[in-house]
């Protein structure tokens, strides 16, 4: 009977397991399906998900539903934007509740969610992100499933690792709470029950550009009261911290269909002075255990009224602080007479009636007193601000009272005495004039040391006069790095600056002995900083490079700037360049600077240059225009890498230049032309007269090519050469150089890494082609011939440091030779017959100088040798036959001597 009792116990419990295994793979499609459906249907938003689980044994006796990439898209107005996401989302519920039918709600016990991030919105319109109820008036679409929906029979819930931002554009208010951990635990199901709850997050809090909180830290720990029938909460025992100020709440928020009651008190649960430090970040105030204090401090408030769309509860909050003190333990000095006397007070409800009076607020550090008032009406709307500064301090006493971040070094004496009255429709609308603010502020001595700035700024001497529309800068003297500097001029909107994020508009007249550029970079590590920038053009990286987790210093011209600047400076360093006696105007407007009418010495000469530059987009551009003369060559293109890209042969010229340079392209971050974007052309005067051939690899090879010609006597007189540039590629017009007689023309084109493509064509004097070619002109004795030129053209090829020349000068004399050869031949020829012919005629014709004494034996002797050679003529015959034997006798001496004549005359060879 034992055993069949056990057996069946067996088979229930195996059937049990079975149920429990099986039953999630037939139910995960319907609790996904029910989810979505049931979603979609009554919001005006897409409810998507990436998984959905069901499991029974994670959570038993409950059934657990886990929903993965949980995504929540807003409908027009605001389509695409994600309302809600997840990265998980879990429900727990009774299994029996997976089991129910078509008509039965389903019920929820718990729910998780982690790692969310919620987005509200509120565009300018008023329209709102989180308004996705379907109106009642259109009925929503019929539901896929069977089920009717959820039941919330919440026991506890979890809100881990979520961010939260509230963007209100309307009002200009954003709420961003971060990093929060949420739980809470009771009875949701019961009409009435209490809510045990904990909240920790991070809380930063802007309004109007102006920002109140940044990342504060934010506790509270309270059971909370819920009457779901009154729609009714209400702190029954709680405690919160901001930062390390501990505060106590009691009321309660009552939510009604249109509107939501308030009253609520708060107060500080003891009026310690500590609790003042403890309203100021642990960053900055740090460990306040140990701090001596004397005096008191109250931190209360009371918020009551209703919220709807016209109104906001009516609050007083109180901050006041008598005669109070605090010393920390391991610093030299503390601070005293410490007075506090603040209101933020709204009376009617409504947003912009809200007013805050600043009647005290004063310290002293050692005998350095501050003193500050001020009166703050409709802070919500059209803020009128009427305040007064008034005060004398050793900023250096700062660091030795109160723990400023270990890199905030400042020292100097400051006096201000300022009194200010404006108001925010007046400052947005720029009509200054209706503003008031007189006073001055001094600042002597001061130094600031940071770890974002390159140098410690020293300012000598700082004045201003505050005028009630303009400040007058009436000095400013001061150092950093290497560079000193002096300036004066007004500043127009200085308030607009301060208040409504404009720009800081003035006129400046700036001097300086020596201005350094490098001491103004800024060390910057951007987004994507792996993927890296070029260093500059003179390390010989270009823009492709990738420079891996290494910190970019890049040089930002400032965004809040409209400033138009007269300057001067005896020397400016920049990069590897010296600038002499640089004057000029300097225009600074949409983190762009125009520099217009500058002028400078450099490389022994004088350059002037026009043109603007752009750190606007996150690449820099610029276009520029020099006008340089009387520069030294050598030291210009050794210096400039621009240049050393553009005309590495310049290196080698001795002398000095005029040129006319018009460039553009982009900059590296340090403000230096990457050469691979630069497009523009150069005009050059060259003025020289020594080259120093051994310095360059091209004119070496030439001289082994064309050794009729001494490059270092290159005559350079009078050369003008214009070059344009684009995508790397340079590209020379034809120029002439001259070498004694010979005019060599010289145009192609290379590229900045140096691989070249040019032709030298010249006309060459045969002179100058070796002695076998001068020996045939002598021979030929023609003064003619001693002007006689051979085109000859040089191709170089290679890279400038090792370049490849051919040349066809060789085919070139071989040319020559054989032309010369013929002439010589011709000449030669020509002479034969004129010979002949007087021979002929003295011998046939007689001539008038030949003596009577001549013998007719002699004649006849002649007339036989002619006779024989020429083909042996007859008496009357016109007709002289060219293949007629020669005369079968022997000559004597008269015709051998006269067959030698004619044969070398006419080329004919002796027997």
């Known amino acids: 009977m034992k055993k069949k009792i056990f057996w069946g116990l067996g088979v229930v419990v195996l059937l049990i397991v079975a149920v429990l295994v099986a039953a999630p793979f037939f139910l995960e499609s319907k609790i ?3 989810i979505k459906n049931n979603v979609n249907n009554n919001v005006n938003a897409t409810l998507d998900f990436s998984k959905a689980d069901l499991s029974l044994f994670s959570n038993f006796p409950n059934a657990e539903v886990s929903l993965e990439d949980v995504v929540l898209l807003n409908k027009a107005p605001f389509e695409g934007d994600t309302l809600f996401a997840s990265k998980k989302v879990a429900l727990a519920m009774g299994i029996g509740e997976l089991f129910k039918g078509q008509d039965e709600p389903i019920g929820i016990k718990s729910l998780t969610v982690d790692g969310a991030s919620v987005n509200v919105t509120i565009d300018k319109e008023e329209n709102a992100s989180f308004d996705i109820a379907v109106p009642s008036d259109e009925p929503s679409a019929p539901a896929d499933t069977s089920g009717d929906g959820f039941n919330l029979d919440l026991q506890s819930y979890s809100i881990t690792n979520t961010n939260i931002v509230y963007d209100d554009q309307s009002t200009g208010m954003r709420l961003v709470i971060s990093d929060m951990q949420h739980s809470g635990k009771g009875d949701l199901s019961a009409e009435k029950s209490e809510l045990d709850t904990f909240t920790e997050a991070l809380v930063s809090f802007e309004m109007d550009s102006t920002n109140y909180l940044n990342k504060n830290k934010i506790e509270l720990d309270a059971v909370i009261g819920v009457d779901l029938k009154e729609n009714k909460y209400t702190f029954l025992k709680n405690e919160a911290l901001i930062n390390q100020l501990a505060l106590v709440f009691d009321g309660f928020i009552k939510i009604n269909e249109n509107s939501q009651e308030i009253d609520i008190t708060f107060k500080t649960p003891s009026s310690d002075f500590k609790n003042f430090l403890a309203v100021i970040p642990e960053e900055y105030s740090k460990n306040i255990e140990d701090v001596k204090t004397t005096g008191n401090f109250m931190l209360e408030g009371k918020f009551n009224g209703v919220v709807d ?12 602080s008598d005669n109070a003190s605090f010393k920390y333990p391991d610093l030299p000095k503390g601070v005293r007479n410490v007075f506090i006397d603040t209101k933020i007070n709204n009376t009617t409800g409504i947003v912009e009636d809200t ?43 700062l660091k030795k009272a109160y723990p400023v971040p270990a890199d905030l070094d400042l020292k100097g004496l400051l006096d201000v005495d300022v009194k200010t009255a404006f108001d925010m429709a007046s400052i947005e609308k720029e009509q200054y004039e209706k503003t008031t603010t007189n006073g001055k502020v001094s600042l002597s001595d001061f130094e600031y040391n940071s770890d974002e700035i390159p140098n410690p700024v020293k300012l000598k001497s700082t004045k201003l006069t505050f005028n009630p529309s303009t400040v007058t800068l009436n000095e400013l003297s001061g150092t950093t790095g290497k560079t000193d500097f002096n300036a004066k001029g007004t500043i127009k909107n200085l308030l607009g600056f301060m208040f409504n994020d404009e720009k800081v508009e003035g006129d400046f007249d700036l001097s300086s002995n020596t201005f350094a550029l490098s001491d103004f970079m800024v060390e910057e590590t951007p987004e994507g900083a792996s993927e890296g920038k070029t260093e500059g053009a003179s390390e010989g990286k270009t823009e492709g490079e990738k420079t891996e987790g290494v910190a970019e210093e890049k040089i930002k011209i400032p965004s809040f700037l409209d400033a138009n600047i007269n300057a001067s400076a005896n020397t400016v360093l920049y990069d590897n360049l010296t600038l002499k006696d640089v004057k000029g105007n300097l225009k600074i407007k949409d983190e762009k600077a125009t520099l217009t009418n500058m002028t400078s010495s450099i490389f022994n000469g004088k350059m002037a240059f026009n043109g603007e530059v752009s750190t606007k987009e996150e690449t820099p551009t610029f276009a520029m225009n020099l006008d340089m003369k009387q520069l030294g060559i050598s030291e210009t293109f050794k210096s400039l890498d621009l240049l050393k890209a553009v005309a590495p042969i310049a290196q080698i010229l001795k002398g000095t230049m005029d040129t006319d340079i018009k460039l553009s392209g982009s900059l590296t971050d340090d403000l230096v032309p990457d050469l691979l974007t630069l497009t523009g052309d150069i005009f050059a005067d060259i003025m020289t007269k020594e080259v120093d051939a051994e310095s360059a690899p091209m004119l070496t090879s030439l001289n082994s090519k064309l050794n009729f010609i001494d490059m270092k006597q290159l005559n350079l007189d009078d050369l003008k050469t214009k070059l344009t540039f684009e995508n790397g590629v340079v590209n020379v017009k034809p120029f002439t150089v001259k070498y004694k007689d010979i005019a060599i023309d010289v145009g192609g084109t290379h590229t900045f890494n140096k691989e070249m493509k040019y032709t030298a064509t010249m006309e060459v004097p045969a002179k100058h082609l070796g002695s076998d070619v001068s020996k045939l002109i002598a021979q030929i004795g023609e003064n003619d011939l001693e002007d006689l030129k051979i085109p000859v053209v040089a191709n170089i090829g290679g890279s400038y440091d090792n370049p490849k020349v051919s040349t066809d000068l060789g085919s070139g004399v071989k040319t020559l030779t054989s032309q010369l050869v013929e002439i010589q031949k011709q000449k030669l020829i020509n002479k034969g017959k004129d010979k002949a012919k007087d021979l002929l005629g003295d011998v046939l014709g007689g001539s008038k100088s030949e003596t009577e004494g001549e013998t007719k034996s002699t004649k006849d002797d002649v007339k036989e040798v002619l006779g024989g050679l020429l083909g042996g003529s007859k008496k009357d015959t016109t007709t002289v036959k060219t293949d007629t034997a020669a005369p079968e006798k022997k000559e004597d001496v008269v015709k051998e001597k006269a067959k030698n004549i004619l044969g070398g005359l006419l080329g004919k060879k002796s027997n």
Not at 311 to 316: G, T
């Open 355 to 397: 007013y805050v009076d600043i009647d005290k607020l004063s310290f002293m550090i050692d005998e350095d007193k501050f003193d500050m008032t001020a009166h703050i009406k409709e802070l919500m709307g059209n803020t009128k601000v009427d305040a007064h500064i008034d005060g004398k301090m050793n900023l250096a006493n």
């Open 32 to 34: 996904g399906d029910i």
């Open 309 to 320: 769309e016209e109104h906001i509860p009516k609050f007083n909050i109180k901050i006041y």
